[in-house]
C-alpha cells in the first residue's frame, strides 16, 4: 500500500490539479451529507444515466453503508460505492471528476473498494460497465475482473448494453 500511495503522489504532482489551492494526499473516506453536491456534479458529468440525487440521500444516511469519496485537498475528485450481496458484493458506483482522470485516482479508489470488501470477508465482487467504456474495462481486467456475460440494453437514456465483469477469489492470498 506504502509504494502505491508514493506513486500516486508522484503522479498527482507532476499534474498540477486544475482547481486553485490544492496539496496533500489523496485521503478516502466514508461519503457524507456535505459531499452530495460534488458526488452528484460528478455523477452527472460521468454517467448518462445518473443517479437521483436522493437515491444517494438516501443510501448514506442508511447503516453500514459502503459509499466513500476520495478527497484530494479537501476537494472531493472521486467515490466509489458497493452493496453486500450474499458472499458478493455488487460494486455500484466509481466515478472520477473530469479534471482528474488518468492520474490513477480511479485506481486507488478500485484497491480500496476491493480491500474493504476483503474485510468484510465477501469471496467476490461484480460490477457492470458500458459496452463502449474501454478505459474502465481495462482498468477492472488489471484489477483481476473477466468478463461475465451481456447485459442487454441496460442503459435507458440510449439502451447501450452492460458487461457484467467479476472477480473471484478475493480472499485467496494468492489472488490479491
Given at each position: 500500500m506504502g509504494s502505491l500511495?508514493?506513486?500516486?503522489?508522484?503522479?498527482?504532482?507532476?499534474?498540477e490539479p486544475s482547481l486553485a489551492g490544492e496539496e496533500g494526499e489523496l485521503h478516502i473516506r466514508s461519503m457524507k451529507p456535505k459531499d452530495l453536491d460534488a458526488?452528484?456534479?460528478?455523477?452527472?458529468?460521468?454517467?448518462?444515466?445518473?443517479?437521483?440525487?436522493s437515491t444517494y440521500e438516501?443510501?448514506?444516511l442508511a447503516p453500514g453503508h459502503n459509499f466513500?469519496?476520495?478527497?484530494?485537498?479537501?476537494?472531493?475528485?472521486?467515490?466509489?460505492?458497493?452493496?453486500?450481496?450474499?458472499?458478493e458484493a455488487h460494486?455500484?458506483?466509481?466515478?472520477?471528476?473530469?479534471?482528474?482522470?488518468?492520474?490513477?485516482?480511479?485506481?486507488?479508489?478500485?484497491?480500496?473498494?476491493l480491500d474493504r470488501i476483503r474485510r468484510l470477508g465477501l469471496h467476490s465482487a461484480y460490477l457492470e460497465v458500458r459496452r463502449t467504456n474501454l478505459p474502465?474495462?481495462?482498468?477492472y481486467r488489471r484489477f483481476g475482473f473477466r468478463f461475465a456475460r451481456v447485459k442487454p440494453h441496460a442503459y435507458?437514456?440510449?439502451?447501450?448494453d452492460a458487461f457484467i465483469f467479476v472477480r473471484d477469489n478475493l480472499l485467496d492470498p494468492a489472488g490479491q
Open positions: 500511495l508514493r506513486r500516486l503522489r508522484e503522479v498527482l504532482k507532476s499534474h458526488v452528484w456534479a460528478i455523477e452527472r458529468a460521468s454517467f448518462g444515466s445518473p443517479w437521483r440525487r438516501q443510501t448514506i466513500f469519496v476520495a478527497e484530494l485537498g479537501g476537494v472531493v475528485v472521486g467515490y466509489f460505492g458497493f452493496w453486500v450481496e450474499g458472499p460494486i455500484a458506483k466509481l466515478a472520477v471528476h473530469q479534471d482528474y482522470r488518468r492520474r490513477g485516482i480511479g485506481t486507488a479508489l478500485l484497491r480500496e473498494a474502465a474495462q481495462n482498468l435507458p437514456n440510449d439502451g447501450e
